[in-house]
């Protein structure tokens, strides 16, 4: 599976380092009971790095920053806020935190595990909007599901 769709769980994109923070960020989610999903196309055209989904329905954005490099050649972050509850950026042990601004959360997170050292504001979406990421987050589950049970199907590859 490659990285013609962003169906694969890996699609390529994706730095070894930031792998080793989406991994310890999908487990520490795992232990807050949200679901998660990795690269979700949103619909303003952007990629979430991780999306969290509890069973209230809050809607977690996780930016991962892999490098100094990378946070500061990206200034495309504060549009996911508009598609979820809470906004996190995820860093290695290492990173510079105190350049994370001070109004979004922020994960510390390796391949084994990850810390919230300051929760995201929580600012609640609007019932259409809530709607309407639940229903992408479950599609490009699903999707996913189908992908690595039949690599050969290609369903939903331009869409998730």
Not at 2 to 25: C, P, T, Y
Not at 33 to 42: D, I, K
Not at 62 to 72: A, C, G, P, Q, T
Not at 77 to 85: G, H, L, M, N, V
Request: aromatic share 8%; proline share 4%; with cysteine.
């Amino acid at each position: 599976m490659g990285s013609e769709g962003g169906s694969a769980i890996v699609d390529g994109r994706q730095s070894a380092a930031a792998l080793e923070i989406q991994r310890g960020v999908g487990r520490l989610l795992l232990a807050h009971g949200l679901a998660s999903l990795t690269e979700l196309p949103l619909a303003n055209g952007r990629r979430a790095d991780v999306v969290g989904l509890s069973d209230k329905g809050e809607i977690w954005i996780i930016e991962v920053k892999s490098s100094l490099e990378d946070y500061r050649s990206d200034q495309k972050w504060p549009e996911y806020a508009e598609f979820c509850d809470r906004f996190y950026f995820a860093v290695a042990p290492g990173f510079p935190r105190e350049i994370i601004p001070e109004d979004v959360g922020l994960i510390i997170a390796d391949r084994f595990g990850a810390a919230i050292v300051r929760t995201g504001p929580q600012t609640l979406l609007a019932g259409a909007r809530r709607k309407a990421m639940t229903t992408r987050f479950a599609r490009a589950g699903a999707h996913r599901l189908q992908q690595l049970m039949d690599p050969d199907a290609r369903v939903g590859l331009s869409e998730f």
